[in-house]
């Protein structure tokens, strides 16, 4: 079998990753139905190892070295020590998913180098997931059916469906940077479906990051000359259609919107209340002396702390609050890194292709 074939079919499971964990999830069910995405996952690590081991053993091409996931794994390496000296119990789950996609990342940029990355299978799982996701998104809100296995929430003993589709916001924030890697004659209408089903669930964050970097996307790609820009008129027609859209799903959910507004200052409601916990962790991390300002805490130290003061532990609400408590210094240097980085990427690439 070809490097070719291994990699597409990475890929392709891979994209079947949202889709399977739909019905069978980690953290609900008994042992038996875990079995499944456990599986499914050590497949996937086997095929990556097998891509990355490949492409290291052969001489054919030259190894070319990517800053950022150098720096990733510098961060990775961070978070691995800090386990060692971490004071409570330490959940690894948030280790092994980044080292997970890390390795795809490995793969991915491997198979590209050598010629043997199939770009329209990657295109298409990623429309797969990302139809997927508003799919679940507008069958709950809409038509008030959801697809899926239900989730209970511990703390009411009810199912917490609603809140799994507010949180599914954060997926299309994560596959719609990937799909505007490729030119596509739909990418309009996937957009407006990508924001309308945005608004359904209304992840805050999540719809003002994608609305941000909606912004910053279309005022750097104006600044580059080549074909496919339209007229004045269509991109006011465009922006008019955006527009109307949200206003109608705003329409369509405001009961939830309303709601979700609302809870802002709530002092118990997760992802609210922020300026409580924030100073609380905060507060703790200015208690700490010596070499502990450093290296922070340990890795994955934020809930069980915070979990003090709420009836449920919950994570900082910030990656850089988060990382400042967990790895200190160090690791806030290291994620200041990464973001400018990415940063210099971005203009670099604008300059670029003017």
């Not at 069910?29 to 996937?44: D, H, S």
């Not at 209408?189 to 719809?207: C, I, N």
């Not at 962790?281 to 502990?292: A, I, P, T």
Request: glycine share 10%.
């Amino acid at each position: 079998m070809s490097l070719r074939k291994i990699g597409s079919l990475l890929i392709l499971l891979i994209g079947f990753n949202a889709f399977l964990d739909t019905f069978f999830t980690f953290e609900r069910g008994n042992f038996t139905i875990r079995l499944v995405p456990y599986a499914f996952k050590f497949l996937q690590l086997f095929l990556m190892l097998v891509i990355i081991v490949y492409f290291l053993s052969q001489r054919a091409v030259k190894i070319k070295t990517e800053p950022l996931f150098l720096i990733l794994l510098l961060f990775i390496g961070d978070m691995m020590v800090s386990i060692a000296y971490a004071g409570d119990t330490v959940n690894p789950t948030d280790l092994a998913r980044m080292i997970f996609w890390v390795l795809a990342g490995f793969s991915v940029y491997f198979l590209r180098q050598a010629d043997c990355l199939d770009e329209k299978v990657l295109f298409r799982a990623i429309l797969f997931n990302l139809g997927w996701v508003c799919l679940r998104i507008l069958a709950f809100k809409i038509f008030h059916v959801w697809i899926g296995a239900e989730v209970r929430n511990d703390e009411t003993g009810g199912f917490d469906n609603d809140g799994v589709v507010n949180n599914l916001g954060y997926s299309l924030v994560w596959l719609v940077p990937l799909f505007l890697l490729f030119e596509s004659k739909i990418r309009f209408p996937v957009l407006l479906t990508v924001l309308f089903s945005m608004v359904a669930s209304f992840k805050r964050g999540a719809l003002l990051g994608l609305i941000l970097g909606f912004l910053v996307y279309y005022l750097l790609n104006r600044r580059v000359p080549g074909k496919g820009k339209g007229s004045l008129s269509a991109d006011l027609a465009r922006g008019l259609s955006v527009v109307g859209l949200g206003g109608i799903g705003f329409l369509a959910f405001k009961d939830h919107i309303v709601a979700r507004m609302d809870d802002i200052g709530g002092d118990k409601s997760l992802g609210s209340g922020r300026g409580i916990f924030y100073q609380i962790v905060l507060n703790h991390y200015e208690r700490f002396v010596g070499m502990k300002k450093i290296i922070g805490a340990g890795f994955f130290q934020v809930m069980p702390m915070l979990g003090l003061y709420y009836e449920n532990a919950i994570p900082a609400h910030s990656d850089w609050l988060e990382t400042l408590y967990d790895q200190g210094i160090v690791g806030v240097s290291i994620l200041a890194s990464i973001h400018l980085l990415l940063i210099y990427r971005v203009l670099e690439a604008a300059v670029k292709r003017r």
